[in-house]
C-alpha cells in the first residue's frame, strides 16, 4: 500500500490553552462555525462558510477517525496511541485546508473518505491525514517532549504534536508560506508552538539542549549533520531520505544513544517533495551517516508531503 492558531475565541476554546497533557486528554466541545470563522480572521485568512458546508464536514469527522484508528493498529502491532488519537480529535482540521498562494478555502475537503494531500500553493501541500497519523506516531510524543519539525507547510503537523508535547518549533523555506501560516496557531490558542522562517539543513541551533524528536516532511538526499547533532541523547529524527521527485524514497528512523552512538532504522516506502535551500547545493558531508539497510517495520507505505 501507499501513504500516497482574541479573547472571545479563546474562552470558547479555553480547554486548547490547557497544559499539554490535558490538551491532548480533552476534545473541544466549542468548535462551531462562528469559531472557525473567528479563528480564520484572527489569522488573517477572512472567509465564509455556510451552516451546511460547516455541519457536513464535521459529520465526516467521525468516520475519519474510525480509519486513522484502523490504519494505526494495522502498522503498529494492533496499537493506535491514545495521545495519537486524542490530538488528532481535538484538532479542526479544516482550519488548515486553505491555499496561500490562491487565498482560497479549501475547508470543504477536510476529512475526505479516500484521504490525499491538498495543494496549498507555493509549492507545498497539507499531507493526507493517514499519512500524518503514521509519521506522528512513529515520533513517539511524550508530554514533556520538546520537538522540531523541518517543513511547515500547512501547520497541521506541527499543530498535532503540539497537542501532546510540551513545545513544538517548525520552520519553513518558503518565505509567503511560513510568513503567514506563522499567525494561525494564536487564534486556536497553540501557545506552544513557535515558527520561522528558515532552511531546515540547519535545524534551529539556538534552542539550549536540543530536541527529542526532530521529524523531516521533505525528502533530503542526505541526512543534514546540524540535525544529528540537535539530537538529545535518546532522542530520535525521523526523515524521508531518496531523490528529488523519484520514487525509491524511504522513511528512516535514526536513534541517538545516550553514548552519543548513532543508529539508523530504515522503515516505510514513501514519496516527499524534495527538501530544497542547502541540501540541493552542497555536495554531501563526509561525516553524513549512510542509512543501515535493515528490513521495513511495517508494509511498504508511501506518504505524500506532509505539513
Given at each position: 500500500m501507499t501513504i500516497s492558531r482574541r479573547?472571545?475565541?479563546?474562552?470558547?476554546?479555553g480547554v486548547l490553552a490547557a497544559p499539554p497533557l490535558l490538551r491532548a486528554q480533552t476534545s473541544s466541545t466549542a468548535w462551531t462555525r462562528e469559531a472557525y470563522l473567528a479563528a480564520m480572521r484572527a489569522s488573517g485568512r477572512e472567509t465564509t462558510i455556510s451552516d451546511q458546508t460547516f455541519n457536513a464536514?464535521?459529520?465526516?469527522?467521525?468516520?475519519?477517525?474510525?480509519?486513522?484508528?484502523?490504519?494505526l493498529k494495522a502498522r503498529f502491532n494492533?496499537?493506535?496511541?491514545?495521545?495519537?488519537?486524542?490530538?488528532?480529535?481535538?484538532?479542526?482540521?479544516?482550519?488548515?485546508?486553505?491555499?496561500?498562494?490562491?487565498?482560497s478555502n479549501g475547508a470543504v475537503n477536510a476529512y475526505e473518505s479516500e484521504p490525499k494531500p491538498w495543494g496549498l500553493g507555493y509549492g507545498s501541500a497539507l499531507s493526507d491525514y493517514l499519512g500524518q497519523a503514521y509519521m506522528t506516531q512513529v515520533c513517539a510524543p511524550k508530554p514533556e517532549h520538546v520537538v522540531l519539525e523541518i517543513g511547515?507547510?500547512?501547520?497541521?503537523?506541527?499543530?498535532?504534536?503540539?497537542?501532546?508535547v510540551a513545545k513544538q518549533y517548525s520552520i519553513e523555506i518558503i518565505n509567503p508560506l511560513g510568513s503567514a501560516v506563522r499567525?494561525?496557531?494564536a487564534p486556536l490558542g497553540y501557545s506552544n508552538v513557535e515558527s520561522r522562517v528558515g532552511d531546515g539543513f540547519f535545524g534551529w541551533p539556538e534552542v539550549q539542549g536540543g530536541f527529542d524528536t526532530i521529524i523531516v516532511t521533505c525528502a533530503a538526499q542526505y541526512v543534514p549533520p546540524a540535525l544529528l547533532q540537535q539530537i538529545k541523547p535518546g532522542?530520535?529524527?525521523?526523515?524521508?531520505?531518496?531523490?528529488?521527485?523519484?520514487?525509491?524514497q524511504f522513511l528512516y528512523i535514526y536513534t541517538k544513544d545516550e553514548d552519543g552512538r548513532v543508529r539508523s532504522r530504515k522503515d516505510v516506502g514513501v514519496y516527499f517533495i524534495p527538501m530544497t535551500g542547502a541540501m540541493m547545493n552542497r555536495p554531501r558531508p563526509a561525516g553524513a551517516p549512510n542509512p543501515?539497510?535493515?528490513?521495513?517495520?511495517?508494509?511498504?507505505?508511501?506518504?505524500?508531503?506532509?505539513g
Open positions: 479573547p472571545l475565541l479563546l474562552g470558547a476554546l464536514i464535521q459529520a465526516r469527522k467521525p468516520a475519519a477517525m474510525r480509519r486513522i484508528e484502523s490504519y494492533g496499537e493506535a496511541d491514545p495521545a495519537v488519537m486524542r490530538a488528532f480529535e481535538s484538532l479542526p482540521r479544516e482550519y488548515f485546508h486553505w491555499n496561500y498562494e490562491g487565498r511547515t507547510g500547512s501547520g497541521y503537523q506541527s499543530s498535532l504534536l503540539s497537542r501532546i499567525h494561525i496557531f532522542g530520535r529524527l525521523v526523515i524521508p531520505i531518496g531523490q528529488p521527485f523519484r520514487r525509491g543501515e539497510p535493515a528490513a521495513p517495520a511495517a508494509p511498504a507505505q508511501a506518504a505524500e508531503p506532509a
